[in-house]
C-alpha cells in the first residue's frame, strides 16, 4: 500500500457506498471529508463503515489551500459537491464544484496522488447525443456549468502527467443511502414514498415528441458507479473524462412500472408537463460508452429491474 485513501462526500449518497465497498476489499485506511453540519441526516450512512479519520470539509480546503496537509496518499475519490441542479447563486456552486476541486486537484498534482472525481452528463444539457466530443457540450444550468469547468481545468493541468486524473461524466444515480438528499433524492425514492403514502406514482405526461411517461432517462445503480470508481483506480493511468451510464435509456413508465412491481401495489398516473420545463428538461439521455469501453472497461451493468429491487429493498 503506497498510501491511503481520500473520500470527499464520504457520508454522502455515493461515497459512503464507495466506502463501503473498499471496505469489502480490504482497505480502511480511508479519510472521510464531508460536511455533516448542513444535513446531519447523512451520518445515518457512516453507520458500519471502517474509516482511519473524519474531517469536516472546510476544515479540509484550508488544509489544502495552506499547504499543511502532507500525508501520504494514494487516491482521492472526490465525490464532494453541490449536486442541487436548482441552486442559482453562481458563485456558490463554482466555489463549491470548481475552484476547491480545482485546488484538490492541483494537491494531487503536486503529491502524485491518482484523482478520480465526480462530473456529470449535466454537461450535455439537452443532448440529443452524449459522447464526449466537445460538440456536444451544452450545459443548461450553473451546475452544468460548474463540472465542465472543472472537466475543462482537468484537461489542462492534466495533460503529460503520468497518473490517473479522470472525471466520470455520471448520468441518473440512484440507490441507497439517498435518504438525506430529500427532494433531490432520485425518482426511485420519490416514487417509491408516493406509492407507500397515496397508492400512486406519478410521472410526467406528455411532452412534444413523447408520449406520455416516455421520456427517457439513463438509470444507473450507484454501485456500477462505485465500479467504476474502483475500475479506473485499479487500471492503467488514464487522464480527461469518460461517460458513467449504463448506454441504454429507459423510459419513466419503466421506472414507474418497475418500482410498483417491486412494492406490489400501486397504481401510476401521469401529470400535466409543466411548461416551464419544456426548454431545459433531458427528455433522453443515454450515455455513449465508446470510450468508455475503449479504455478497457467491461463492466455489465445492473438491469433496471433488478438495480430498482435492489434499492427498494434497502432500509435506506
Known amino acids: 500500500m503506497s498510501g491511503k485513501i481520500i473520500v470527499t462526500g464520504g457520508a454522502g449518497f455515493i461515497g459512503s457506498r464507495l466506502v463501503r465497498a473498499l471496505n469489502s476489499g480490504g482497505r480502511s485506511d480511508i479519510l472521510i471529508v464531508d460536511n455533516l453540519s448542513s444535513n446531519p441526516y447523512k451520518a445515518r450512512n457512516l453507520a458500519g463503515l471502517g474509516f482511519e479519520d473524519f474531517v469536516d470539509k472546510s476544515a479540509?480546503?484550508?488544509?489544502?489551500?495552506?499547504?499543511?496537509?502532507d500525508q501520504k496518499v494514494d487516491v482521492i475519490f472526490h465525490q464532494g459537491a453541490c449536486t442541487d441542479t436548482l441552486v442559482d447563486d453562481e458563485g456558490y456552486m463554482m466555489e463549491n464544484n470548481t475552484m476547491w476541486?480545482?485546488?484538490?486537484?492541483?494537491?494531487?498534482?503536486?503529491?502524485?496522488?491518482?484523482f478520480?472525481?465526480?462530473?456529470?452528463?449535466?454537461?450535455?444539457?439537452?443532448?440529443?447525443?452524449y459522447s464526449e466530443s466537445e460538440r456536444h457540450i451544452s450545459p443548461l444550468n450553473i451546475y452544468g456549468y460548474s463540472k465542465l469547468a472543472l472537466d475543462r481545468i482537468v484537461e489542462s493541468l492534466a495533460t503529460g502527467v503520468s497518473t490517473t486524473m479522470i472525471g466520470l461524466r455520471y448520468f441518473n444515480v440512484f440507490g441507497p443511502g439517498e435518504a438525506h438528499k430529500g427532494r433531490m433524492a432520485s425518482m426511485v425514492h420519490q416514487l417509491a414514498r408516493q406509492v407507500e403514502e397515496?397508492?400512486?406514482a406519478r410521472i410526467f405526461g406528455a411532452s412534444p415528441g413523447f408520449a406520455s411517461g416516455e421520456q427517457r432517462r439513463d438509470f444507473v445503480h450507484v454501485d456500477d458507479i462505485v465500479a467504476l470508481n474502483l475500475y479506473f483506480w485499479q487500471s492503467d493511468p488514464r487522464q480527461g473524462?469518460?461517460?458513467?451510464?449504463?448506454?441504454?435509456?429507459r423510459t419513466w413508465n419503466d421506472l414507474?412500472?418497475?418500482v410498483v412491481a417491486t412494492l406490489g401495489k400501486g397504481t401510476?398516473?401521469?401529470?400535466?408537463?409543466?411548461?416551464?420545463?419544456?426548454?431545459?428538461?433531458?427528455?433522453h439521455t443515454q450515455a455513449d460508452l465508446t470510450r468508455l469501453r475503449a479504455w478497457g472497461c467491461d463492466h455489465e451493468f445492473l438491469p433496471l429491474e433488478t438495480a430498482v429491487a435492489q434499492t427498494l429493498a434497502s432500509p435506506n
Open 198 to 200: 397515496t397508492g400512486v
Open 268 to 283: 401510476i398516473e401521469h401529470i400535466p408537463f409543466p411548461e416551464k420545463l419544456l426548454t431545459q428538461y433531458q427528455t
Open 256 to 258: 414507474a412500472q418497475a
Open 101 to 114: 476541486s480545482r485546488s484538490l486537484l492541483v494537491w494531487a498534482l503536486a503529491h502524485g496522488a491518482k
Open 60 to 69: 479540509f480546503i484550508h488544509l489544502v489551500r495552506t499547504g499543511a496537509f
Open 241 to 249: 473524462y469518460v461517460n458513467a451510464g449504463t448506454g441504454q435509456a
Open 116 to 129: 478520480i472525481y465526480a462530473s456529470s452528463a449535466a454537461v450535455y444539457g439537452l443532448g440529443p447525443i
